[in-house]
């Protein structure tokens, strides 16, 4: 079995387990309310067309639903997402029936090119998903995305912050194994302003368990006018 597909096949088995334990977004409502706010201010009385690239049970898509504005506004926002493992997509249907979702694998977004420009999506969020892809894989997925966004469009991408070389695998007591990827943001930014964005921001935050370190989280924010 490859990377992908054991990765895939774990994060499948512990959807649920998954959801319970970041279903509400708590550990980043900062960086999720930052981008809630970049969709606000661009928000005209079209709707944005947001997508999200490995939903896994619809916790973002969810977040940006119950978003609200210091005016009590929501965002104008139809949702579509998708992820590889069938039992996430299953819960995110379940979570957000208004949005929709679908298997497939964010390393072939080809189809998704609009036909239309009334097709475009204007909004993408990688919420932790580039992490399970390899380096030459990032670089193909940021080419792809690009054509599949509109000229004028946001970008989110979060992923934990590290030299490539000190990728990892996780794997569990039962020997469920997940692989991860680093990259440095330098160079994810780079990838993206290849194809047109420039970064609007970029932050970091510690991700602790019982008060230890055990990677650093990294946000960037990117438009594309």
Not at 30 to 44: A, M, N, R, V, Y
Not at 67 to 84: H, M, P, Q, Y
Not at 119 to 131: G, Q
Request: some cysteine; glycine content about 4%.
């Amino acid at each position: 079995m490859d990377k992908v597909n054991e990765t895939v096949s774990t994060f499948n088995k512990m959807a649920q387990k998954y959801q319970d334990k970041y279903m509400d977004c708590d550990l980043y409502s900062d960086s999720l309310d930052k981008l809630c706010g970049l969709i606000f201010e661009k928000q005209t009385l079209h709707r944005s067309t947001i997508l999200e690239v490995g939903c896994g049970p619809g916790n973002v898509s969810q977040y940006l639903l119950n978003w609200r504005s210091t005016d009590n506004e929501k965002l104008n926002i139809d949702i579509a997402g998708f992820d590889l493992a069938p039992a996430m997509i299953k819960l995110a249907k379940q979570n957000n029936p208004q949005c929709h979702y679908h298997v497939r694998d964010m390393r072939d977004l080809n189809d998704l090119c609009p036909q239309s420009s009334a097709d475009t999506f204007n909004i993408a969020i990688c919420a932790f998903c580039i992490p399970y892809l390899e380096q030459f894989e990032l670089t193909q997925f940021i080419t792809d995305l690009a054509n599949v966004l509109a000229a004028n469009s946001l970008l989110f991408i979060s992923f934990m912050e590290d030299d490539y070389q000190n990728s990892v695998t996780q794997e569990s007591a039962v020997g469920d194994r997940v692989h991860i990827h680093y990259f440095q943001s330098e160079d994810v930014i780079k990838l993206c302003q290849a194809q047109g964005f420039e970064l609007v921001e970029k932050h970091t935050k510690d991700y602790l368990v019982d008060d230890v370190k055990q990677a650093t989280d990294c946000f960037i924010y990117l438009r594309r006018e």
